[in-house]
């Protein structure tokens, strides 16, 4: 069974930058969508930012301007820049992955934003 493997949490200070990758274990196709959502304690877990097939990206408003969702040439490894980083930030960063039959989730990296 092909997982999903997350890097890149940490814990960084207010104001600084985090890069997070999630690449798939094995082989895997016809990825419609890839993206990053995050869960903080107490909270729902909630879309940060998706990039379709065809390079369509959407975000969301909380992260606007500050974060990029991008993809390799391959398009199986999907990247996060999170820069401007703020406490609020503070939650668990799961990577997903969907195609016509299956929606993959990795188990999350955290990410710990200082102030």
Known sequence: QV???E???GLVQAGGSLR?????SGIIFGINA???HRQAPGKEREM????TSDGRTNYADSVKGRFTISRDNAKTT?????NSLKPEDTAVYY?????WVYDKW????????SS
């Open 3 to 5: 997982q999903l493997v």
């Open 7 to 9: 890097s890149g949490g």
């Open 20 to 24: 997070l990758s999630c690449a798939p």
């Open 34 to 36: 890839m993206g990053w």
């Open 48 to 51: 940060v930012a998706v990039i």
């Open 78 to 82: 999907v990247y996060l820049q999170m």
């Open 95 to 99: 990577c997903n992955m969907k195609g």
């Open 106 to 113: 990795g188990p999350g990296t955290q990410v710990t934003v």
